[in-house]
């Protein structure tokens, strides 16, 4: 059978590597961006959680390196330890099932500087994927030279120039060349985000794919009405009679993962969490023990669980409503994923139904009362 994403003028090593992975068709996101990528375009695309953003972006920006250039020519930006890791992994799945020989080398903040000098030194990386803060401390060193890079990528590009981030990404982008190509991806961009990103590149094309598939078609929405002291018991209840289930469940509020976390862990439930304050190790034990069922609750935020992509995820468990539509969709987009079925489970409190009937407006979903009788 005929790799659809040949179409798109994805050469024979890639489209090897995607048979490993077992994708032959593409996504809209990836069908509407590749070609502006091969053309060296600056790009701003947003589409739901879950529609193959990583893939549209990585598959032409390989296939455009010069891979006997053993100089630096791409960098990928990204705002999370867990996202960066994420990239990381995907771009070594696919040089190695196509037998593209790259060098990429991840930057990240929580590892010791001189230990990452000395690995750049001796690697001489042609892709890096990085956290911005520790890539910017490192050209000022001048320990990484921007002049050779030809693409950057912004991975959660909204979050990567809010307030709290886009002086150190316009300085990174500044470092570099002004032939470079820019590209922009993300779940949600927000008008505001696009006019700053707008300022950055050179007449960009602007996708925008108002695609409800995730939260529609793949993905069943309940909720269960409750009092406030009896959500932990109604989660307990879930995870002791849904079989198979492999959840994530949201919180709003980072400072209440770890006691949620350690209540369910008394009862004996296989759980852990991702607190952005964690030690790396922390995070990728909960992480590692999560993707390999050791663990079949996975406690988080909407700001630590961030990008992060898992396979077989059968549920959302919203233990807060979130606060914003848009996290709604993001947390939602999060099973259902390949043509599985997802269900999302929203705990809610009578006067807190009445922020989830707005996001049914906005979304345009139904979300269905459930009754759970508490044991």
């Given at each position: 059978?005929?790799?659809?994403?040949?179409?798109?003028?994805?050469?024979?090593?890639?489209?090897?590597?995607?048979?490993?992975?077992?994708?032959?068709?593409?996504?809209?996101?990836?069908?509407?961006?590749?070609?502006?990528?091969?053309?060296k375009?600056?790009?701003?695309?947003?589409?739901?959680?879950?529609?193959?953003?990583?893939?549209?972006?990585?598959?032409?920006?390989?296939?455009?390196?010069?891979?006997?250039?053993?100089?630096?020519?791409?960098?990928?930006?990204?705002?999370?330890?867990?996202?960066?890791?994420?990239?990381?992994?995907?771009?070594?799945?696919?040089?190695?099932?196509?037998g593209?020989?790259?060098?990429?080398q991840?930057?990240?903040?929580?590892v010791?500087?001189?230990?990452?000098?000395?690995?750049?030194?001796?690697?001489?990386p042609?892709i890096?994927?990085?956290?911005?803060?520790?890539?910017?401390?490192?050209?000022?060193?001048?320990?990484?030279?921007?002049?050779?890079?030809?693409?950057?990528?912004?991975?959660?590009?909204?979050?990567?120039?809010?307030?709290?981030?886009i002086?150190?990404?316009?300085?990174?982008?500044?470092?570099?060349?002004?032939?470079?190509?820019?590209?922009?991806?993300?779940?949600?961009?927000p008008?505001?985000?696009?006019?700053?990103?707008?300022?950055?590149?050179?007449?960009?094309?602007?996708?925008?794919?108002?695609?409800t598939?995730?939260?529609?078609?793949?993905?069943?929405?309940?909720?269960?009405?409750?009092?406030?002291?009896?959500?932990?018991?109604?989660?307990?209840?879930?995870a002791?009679?849904?079989?198979?289930?492999?959840?994530?469940?949201?919180?709003?509020?980072?400072?209440?993962?770890?006691?949620?976390?350690d209540?369910?862990k008394f009862?004996?439930?296989?759980?852990?969490?991702?607190?952005?304050?964690?030690?790396?190790?922390?995070?990728?034990?909960?992480?590692?023990?999560?993707?390999?069922?050791?663990?079949?609750?996975?406690?988080?935020?909407?700001?630590?669980?961030?990008?992060?992509?898992?396979?077989?995820?059968?549920?959302?468990?919203?233990?807060?409503?979130?606060?914003?539509?848009?996290?709604?969709?993001?947390?939602?987009?999060?099973?259902?994923?390949?043509?599985?079925?997802?269900?999302t489970?929203?705990l809610?409190t009578?006067?807190?139904?009445?922020?989830?009937?707005?996001?049914?407006?906005?979304?345009?979903?139904t979300?269905?009362?459930?009754?759970?009788?508490?044991?």
């Amino acid at each position: 059978m005929t790799n659809e994403f040949s179409k798109l003028k994805i050469n024979d090593k890639l489209l090897k590597a995607l048979e490993v992975e077992k994708i032959s068709i593409p996504t809209t996101i990836q069908q509407r961006t590749i070609p502006f990528i091969f053309n060296k375009k600056d790009i701003i695309a947003s589409s739901e959680t879950g529609t193959g953003k990583t893939l549209a972006y990585l598959l032409p920006m390989i296939q455009n390196m010069d891979i006997d250039n053993k100089s630096l020519q791409v960098v990928i930006l990204a705002p999370t330890y867990e996202l960066v890791i994420q990239i990381q992994s995907q771009i070594e799945s696919l040089i190695s099932n196509s037998g593209i020989k790259i060098s990429v080398q991840p930057v990240l903040g929580s590892v010791h500087i001189k230990r990452q000098i000395e690995n750049l030194k001796k690697k001489s990386p042609q892709i890096i994927v990085a956290s911005a803060g520790r890539l910017l401390e490192l050209i000022t060193r001048k320990r990484i030279i921007m002049h050779t890079v030809k693409t950057i990528i912004l991975d959660e590009a909204d979050k990567l120039i809010d307030d709290n981030n886009i002086v150190q990404t316009k300085a990174i982008i500044k470092a570099t060349m002004k032939d470079r190509q820019l590209m922009a991806f993300s779940a949600t961009i927000p008008d505001n985000s696009k006019e700053k990103l707008i300022e950055l590149m050179k007449e960009p094309e602007v996708i925008i794919i108002k695609d409800t598939q995730v939260t529609t078609l793949n993905i069943s929405h309940e909720y269960i009405v409750c009092e406030q002291r009896d959500k932990i018991k109604i989660l307990r209840n879930l995870a002791a009679n849904i079989k198979n289930l492999k959840a994530i469940v949201f919180l709003n509020k980072s400072d209440d993962l770890e006691i949620l976390n350690d209540k369910l862990k008394f009862h004996n439930l296989k759980v852990d969490c991702i607190h952005g304050s964690w030690q790396k190790s922390e995070r990728e034990k909960a992480i590692r023990d999560f993707r390999s069922n050791r663990i079949n609750l996975l406690v988080a935020s909407d700001i630590a669980a961030r990008g992060l992509d898992f396979k077989n995820v059968s549920h959302i468990i919203n233990f807060d409503i979130p606060e914003d539509p848009k996290n709604y969709t993001h947390r939602a987009g999060r099973t259902g994923r390949a043509g599985e079925k997802g269900v999302t489970i929203s705990l809610t409190t009578e006067y807190e139904t009445k922020f989830l009937k707005k996001i049914e407006r906005k979304l345009q979903i139904t979300i269905n009362r459930s009754d759970l009788n508490i044991p």
